[in-house]
C-alpha cells in the first residue's frame, strides 16, 4: 500500500476525528452546562474576580465622575456593610416603588456622593453590584427587608473579602 | 498655655444650619436623669445638695469627634461640625470644656486641619485635641502637633483626672514599599484597608500613662479618651486598640475608670473590669455595625436613613454618679420613636 493510500485509509480520518476533538474542546468554555473541568471553572472564577476588583476600586472613588464632595461609597459601606444585596429588588420608601441594587447604587452616587449616575447596564454598574454581592455571598436572599442593616460575611483580620493577589505591603501578604 | 490645650479665641464663624453629634459627660450626679434640657438643671442642684462628695464638683464636658473635613470649600461636613460647636454653645450650663476624640481632617491636609480649628474656634471653652488616623499620616503629625499640641496629656477639673492619648500608632509599612505620603495617607483613610494593620498607643504613651496616674488614689476618678475604643470591637475596621489590655492594667488600680473614644461613628457602649467605654457619634456620617455580638446591644442604634440626612445625627448624654456609674442617654435619631430602650435610658 502507497503511503498516500495509507493516509487517506487511517491517517485522514483521525485527522478529522482530532480536528474535531479540537473543535468540541475549543467549544467548551462558551458552554453553559456542567461538567466544567477545574481549568474551566478557575477561569470562571479568575472572570469573576476580576470584574469584582473592578467594583471595590470603584467602591472606594477610582470613578472620579462619581462624586463632587470626595466621598465614596466605602465612606458609608465599608466590606460593603450595611449594603444588603440581597434584599433588593425591595420597595425604597423615598423612591416609592421596588427597585433594584443597581437603582439604589446610583441613588447614592447622585445623593450623597453628589455625582453622575453610571450606566445601570454597564460594565462599571455589573462591577459595583458584584463586588458588594461578592462580600454577601452565602447570606440568605430576603428581598424586601426594607430596614435591618445586615452585614457581609467577611470577617477576616485582613484582605479584601474576596481572593486576589495581595500587593505585599504591610499586612497585606 | 497648658501643655496640649488649645485655648481658641472667639470666632464669629457662620452658622447656618443644626445638626449636632457630641457626648455630654458628667460627673458629681446622684440621680439618674435622661432629658435633654432638664440634665443640667438637675445636676446642679443635686451636686450641690450632696454633701458626700467633697472632691468631685458637677460640671459637664462635651465631645465632638470625626469630623473627616474635606479641603473643598463649603462642604457638608463643614456645616455639621458648626452646627455641633453651636450646640455645644447653647447648652446650659456652659460645658466647661471640650475634647475632640480625632479625625478632624479627611487626608490629613493641613487644609483641613485648619478649617477644623477655625470652626472649633468659636468654643469659647478650652479644648482638648487628641488625633485620629486621618489626621496624622501625611506628614506623620506633624502640621497636627504643631496646630493642637502635645500628642498625650491630662489634666485635672474639679476632681476628676482626665488623660489623652495617641492611639493610631500603626508600625511602618510605607518605608520598604517606598510609599509617598499621600500613597501612606491614603493606605489609612480606608476603615477596611489590608495594608495598615492594627493600631495602638505604643511604648511612648503607655509610659507618659504610666507616670501620670503613678501618683493618683485608687479611688481617684479617671476619664481617658482615645481614638479607637480600648476593646477588641472589630479589629479589621481598627475598632480596637493593640495595647489596650496594658492600658486596663495601667488603670486597674482605679475603682472606676470611664473611656470615651471616637472612630466609630455610631453609639456603642462596652464594659470591662473597672472600665465603662462610650464611643462617640462622629459628624461626618455613620459607620454600619461589624458582623459581630455586641456585649451590650441595647446601645445599638437604628439604622440610619441614607435618604435622611440628620438622620443618625444626634446628642448622646452621659450622666455619672460620684461613683462613676451612670446612665448612657442617647438621642441620634430623627424619628426617637424607634428606640425607647435607647431613649429612656439605661445604666453604665
Known sequence: MKMTELFRRIAAPAAVVALVSVGIFATRPLSARAPFTPAQLADQEKKLLEVVNHGRDLWHGSRKDMSTNGLACGNCHPDAAASNPQTFPKYQNDMGQVVALRDMINWCITGPLAGKEIDPDGTDMIAMEAYATYLYRGTTITPGLATAQTAPIVAIKSGTGYPRKASGIGYDK | ?????????????????????????????????????????????????????????????????????????????????????????????????????????????????????????????????????????????????????????????????????????????????????????????????????????????????????????????????????????????????????EVRQILSKFQHVMSFHGHVHQTIFNKIGNMSSVGSLGTAWPWPYPNVKLAYPQSRMNRVDPANKEDGLGVQHIDLDRGFKGIWHGDPFSDDLLQPEVRSGWKV
Open chain 2, 1 to 245: 498655655m497648658e501643655e496640649g490645650v488649645y485655648v481658641p479665641e472667639v470666632d464669629p464663624y457662620g452658622i447656618t444650619r443644626r445638626e449636632l453629634v457630641t457626648v455630654a459627660g458628667k460627673s458629681g450626679l446622684i440621680t439618674m436623669i435622661a432629658g435633654a434640657v432638664g440634665l443640667n438643671v438637675g445636676m446642679v442642684k443635686v451636686a450641690t445638695a450632696e454633701p458626700e462628695s467633697p472632691r468631685v464638683q458637677p460640671f459637664t464636658f462635651a465631645i465632638i469627634s470625626d469630623s473627616h473635613l474635606y479641603s473643598i470649600p463649603d462642604h457638608k461636613f463643614d456645616g455639621i461640625l458648626a452646627d455641633s460647636v453651636d450646640k455645644v454653645m447653647n447648652t446650659r450650663p456652659l460645658p466647661e470644656f471640650v475634647v475632640y476624640c480625632g479625625d478632624i481632617a479627611q487626608n490629613g491636609r493641613q487644609d483641613q486641619l485648619e478649617k477644623g480649628r477655625k470652626i472649633l474656634g468659636k468654643l469659647s471653652m478650652p479644648i482638648h485635641f487628641i488625633p485620629g488616623e486621618h489626621d496624622w499620616y501625611l506628614d506623620l503629625g506633624i502640621a497636627w502637633r504643631g496646630m493642637f499640641g502635645s500628642q498625650h496629656w491630662s489634666f485635672d477639673h474639679k476632681g476628676v483626672h482626665f488623660i489623652g492619648l495617641t492611639s493610631i500608632l500603626v508600625r511602618d509599612f510605607w518605608t520598604p514599599a517606598h510609599m509617598s505620603p499621600v500613597e501612606r495617607m491614603s493606605a489609612m483613610e480606608m476603615l477596611e484597608s489590608p495594608i495598615a494593620g492594627p493600631w495602638g498607643i505604643r511604648e511612648e504613651g503607655l509610659e507618659f500613662l504610666r507616670k501620670d496616674v503613678k501618683p493618683l488614689r485608687g479611688d481617684q476618678p479617671v476619664v481617658i479618651f482615645t481614638h479607637g475604643p480600648l476593646w477588641d470591637y472589630y479589629p479589621r475596621w481598627n475598632f480596637q486598640t493593640e495595647d489596650a489590655p
